[in-house]
């Protein structure tokens, strides 16, 4: 029963893990004391080999300790005579940064390759016709699986018949803050509430060689990004308290942290629908000649960047806005009054390079302009520079509430689109940073 439930946990994405820093070698030495009584009525001798001065991981120990369970669970059950070993040690993973591998090695009777591709699907067994000798649901090892990848590592058998098996599985190193920053253009700050939504991102976007430091509470947000100084920030729009509009307020008022990207998502409770505000940086008026032109070189590493559309219903702010880029030099302004003129530009069939936009407008606003380019494969590519004055009154912070509310229900995408839209967005900053060498 407990393995069913916490199947359906996974899929259903409600597995919650605390991760901590864990003594890989005291926690192996621990299930191997409690797990000596499987093997007492058999002639099979326990061993280990475990590498001296082994740094710690980065995981759950309750749940690694439940995988270990369950892979020597299996050795005892399946092996007659011989030995059962368990084996600690360091090895380089992707990209060269060394991981802990857990192996658990048996003289049992070993497992055919067909059978061997069979392991970790869900209520699979080797055996299974009626007079097998052994029971069990066929779940425990689907579950060590998805356990495993959960904590960024992976899980294998190597077997032959009449050899005996070896199954094996990875856990990251702990990295203190510290560690992490020495690697700084990598470290992604998650700030949202809800931990099970960092877990998402983490499992998601480690792999792609990006370190996520969690920040449960807003209140703490912009001075952790001030410490951290990120590579980019993932910022939770719907927050109690201190909600993302208002972080993002801050963060881009403050000389220290106004040139972080930050990459505006929520997911609701369930994690089966979000957003991603599609935009690639954020400006607060007045906006500095510097500022402005700084976000543009951001996107514009590769020099592709020449036409910038500017929509604001403000003729002022119009007027100075392309004055700033025409100073410039680099770039060409085409100026559209109100945001339904700023979108009949856009769609004519000659959509501009880049596009400045002001998020509060009457006729058509830049939250419907988003909406629209995030909905168009062919257009949501298209960088854009949100902007919006210093003081959000109380009907634009009802405009803000009613916009996130809005993109959940109808402009939403599901889980691993969401994700994907987010690496992308990474992807373009991280391309960035590599070619203006920062």
């Not at 005291?26 to 740094?55: A, F």
């Not at 510290?178 to 509430?193: F, Q, T």
């Not at 006729?363 to 210093?390: C, H, T, Y």
């Amino acid at each position: 029963i407990n393995d069913i439930l916490d199947l359906a946990k996974i899929e259903a994405g409600k597995m919650e893990l605390a991760f901590d820093e864990v003594n890989i070698t005291d926690l192996v030495n621990s299930v191997l004391s409690t797990m000596t009584g499987l093997i007492k009525d058999k002639p099979i001798q326990m061993r280990k080999v475990i590498e001296p001065n082994l740094p710690t991981v980065r995981a759950d120990a309750i749940r690694v300790r439940q995988v270990m369970i369950n892979l020597l669970s299996n050795a005892a059950k399946f092996t007659e005579e011989g030995d059962i070993t368990v084996g600690v040690g360091l090895r380089p993973g992707a990209g060269g940064r060394m991981e802990a591998v857990i192996s658990v090695t048996d003289t049992g009777p070993g497992i055919s390759n067909t059978d061997q591709e069979k392991l970790f699907l869900p209520f699979s067994q080797v055996d299974a016709s009626p007079t097998r000798k052994t029971g069990g649901t066929g779940l425990g090892l689907s579950i060590c699986q998805q356990l495993i990848q959960m904590h960024g590592g992976s899980i294998w058998v190597e077997s032959e018949i009449g050899k005996g098996s070896t199954f094996s599985f990875t856990l990251p190193l702990f990295r203190k803050e510290s560690e992490l920053l020495l690697d700084g253009n990598k470290v992604i700050l998650a700030i949202d509430d809800d931990s099970q939504v960092i877990s998402l991102y983490e499992r998601y976007l480690q792999p792609q060689g990006y370190h996520v430091i969690p920040v449960t509470d807003p209140g703490q947000a912009v001075e952790r990004v001030k410490q951290l100084k990120p590579f980019a920030v993932t910022l939770d729009i719907m927050m109690p308290g201190i909600d993302g509009w208002s972080v993002l307020e801050r963060l881009k008022s403050d000389v220290e942290t106004r040139n972080i990207p930050v990459i505006v998502c929520s997911i609701i409770e369930d994690l089966e629908k979000g957003f991603n505000l599609g935009a690639s940086d954020y400006l607060v008026k007045p906006i500095l000649e510097e500022d402005l032109v700084n976000s543009l070189d951001r996107l514009n590493s590769d020099g592709s960047i020449r036409e910038v559309l500017v929509i604001d219903d403000s003729r002022d702010d119009l007027r100075l806005l392309g004055k700033m880029l025409n100073d410039d030099g680099r770039y060409k302004p085409v100026l559209a009054e109100g945001g339904r003129n700023g979108w009949n530009l856009i769609s004519s069939g000659n959509p501009p390079h880049a596009i400045i936009l002001d998020l509060f407008m009457p006729d058509m606003d830049g939250f419907q302009i988003l909406e629209k380019l995030q909905a168009d494969k062919r257009l949501r590519d298209i960088p854009v520079i949100v902007i919006s004055g210093m003081d959000v009154s109380s009907e634009q912070k009802k405009q803000l509430e009613e916009f996130g509310q809005r993109l959940l229900t109808k402009g939403s995408f599901n889980e691993k689109e969401l994700l994907t839209s987010i690496q992308r967005a990474l992807e373009r900053i991280k391309n960035t940073g590599k070619n203006t060498g920062d």
